[in-house]
């Protein structure tokens, strides 16, 4: 079993930046891929961006240039820096990871931008 657990969100305000994190833990897993996605009220969850076993990056146009996702392997962690953000990005945003021994989701973090 792995655990998920995710920082960093918050309210703010147009135009400034958050950076996301996303942490697994548990027992005899590797990392494969990893990807955020996002729910805003009202909407299905939609993907954000993603970052390949073999390092590549993969955002939605939504997000193009303006967000990055990365990794630190020797933490098992996962982050989703965004810049420059805008009222519709608001929502709660969710990390995936797919591991050896399955996939999981983060519980969720709250991203609010205020204009």
């Known amino acids: 079993q792995v655990q998920l657990v995710e920082s960093g969100g918050g309210l703010v305000q147009v135009g400034t930046s958050l950076r996301l994190s996303c942490t697994a833990s548990g027992r005899a897993f590797s990392i494969k891929d990893m990807a955020w996605y996002r729910q805003a009220p009202g909407k299905q969850r939609e993907w954000v961006a993603g970052l390949t076993g073999g390092g590549s990056q993969n955002y939605a146009d939504s997000v193009k240039d303006r967000f990055t996702i990365s990794r630190d392997n020797a933490k098992n962690t996962v982050y989703l820096q965004m810049n420059s953000l805008k009222p519709e990005d608001t929502a709660v945003y969710y990390c995936?990871?797919?591991?050896?021994?399955?996939?999981?989701w983060g519980q969720g973090t709250q991203v609010t931008v205020s204009s």
């Open positions: 995936y990871i797919r591991t050896t021994v399955g996939g999981y």
